[in-house]
């Protein structure tokens, strides 16, 4: 060999060779797409899942509900005089001709208790729902006594106030006191009340605690009953105490139909 070979250099460069690529580095890389692809994978099935199986809210069920049918004319102002011809209930007294009463007029001979029926109304309790109600008055002898104010805590609601008689007679004072009881399974609201009573010469200051003993001198016993109904016939278990306010009684027109007709009483 000649010194010329010795020392040579090829004209054409060598390639240098690509390094390896780690082992590391590729399972990094592979993992890596297996995450992307499984997240992926995840992502469209949960799509899928929600657009199939949507939360649907439950369905209200629909009760068959009660619907009480109020009359049309349960503000009739037309009038009918009643007459009770019996000893003690020698009476008679005029109310709305849209009114049920029993006994029948000219058919009271053995004094049996006057019960005189609103028909159904609409108003706004004491509570300030609107709600069903009726009123009863009642027209007891004397012999009778008031029971009710034997039960549930009655309290003079107001003070007694006077009313007068429209046509009074020489048997009958002309001004007596009309007095407000609240019984406490009656509504809590401040000054409600489920009944008046016309207590005569007798009056109640507002809160006075009362029973049937302080009453026991009335004769006849004319008293008005407010009650809240469940159903259309409105009797029995299916009414409550109707509470109300001294606003409902000055200025609903059936309160004023069954004041008027308190008023129009002649006592024999």
């Not at 709600?131 to 009778?144: A, C, E, H, N, Y």
């Not at 409600?192 to 005569?200: N, R």
């Given at each position: 060999m000649d010194d010329s070979d010795k020392y040579r250099v090829d004209s054409q460069p060598q390639e240098t060779p690509a390094p390896a690529t780690k082992p590391s580095e590729h399972k990094k890389r592979i993992g890596l797409w297996i995450?992307?692809?499984?997240?992926?994978?995840?992502?469209v099935g949960g799509l899928f899942y929600f657009m199939n199986h949507k939360t649907t809210k439950p369905k209200k069920q629909i009760?068959?509900?009660?619907?009480?049918?109020?009359?049309?004319?349960?503000?009739?102002?037309?009038?009918?005089?009643?007459?009770?011809?019996?000893?003690?209930l020698s009476l008679s007294f005029s109310h709305?001709?849209?009114?049920?009463?029993?006994?029948?007029?000219?058919d009271n001979p053995n004094d049996q208790t006057i019960t005189l029926t609103s028909p159904l109304f609409s108003v706004?309790?004491?509570?300030?729902?609107?709600?069903?109600?009726?009123?009863?008055?009642?027209?007891?002898?004397?012999?009778?006594?008031?029971s009710e104010l034997n039960n549930n805590s009655p309290?003079?609601?107001?003070?007694?106030?006077?009313?007068?008689?429209?046509?009074?007679?020489?048997?009958?004072?002309?001004?007596?006191?009309?007095?407000?009881?609240?019984?406490?399974?009656?509504?809590?609201?401040s000054g409600?009340?489920?009944?008046?009573?016309?207590?005569?010469g007798q009056s109640f200051p507002l809160g006075q605690a009362v029973s049937a003993e302080y009453l026991s001198g009335l004769d006849p016993i004319i008293s008005a009953s407010f009650y809240q109904c469940a159903t259309q016939s409105c009797s029995g278990s299916n009414q409550t105490l109707l509470s109300i306010t001294s606003t409902?009684?000055?200025?609903?027109?059936?309160?004023?139909?069954?004041?008027?007709?308190?008023?129009?009483?002649?006592?024999n």
């Open positions: 995450a992307l692809i499984v997240v992926a994978i995840a992502v009760t068959a509900q009660k619907i009480i049918q109020i009359p049309s004319s349960s503000n009739s102002t037309a009038t009918t005089k009643y007459v009770s011809n019996g000893s003690d709305p001709s849209n009114w049920s009463v029993t006994p029948p007029t000219n706004v309790n004491a509570d300030g729902a609107s709600v069903v109600g009726k009123i009863i008055i009642q027209v007891r002898p004397g012999s009778d006594t008031v309290v003079a609601a107001l003070a007694s106030a006077q009313i007068a008689y429209s046509q009074p007679t020489s048997s009958q004072t002309s001004y007596p006191y009309l007095s407000y009881f609240h019984f406490s399974d009656g509504s809590k609201a409600a009340f489920e009944e008046v009573i016309i207590t005569g409902t009684w000055d200025n609903v027109s059936i309160f004023q139909q069954a004041l008027t007709t308190l008023e129009s009483f002649q006592l």
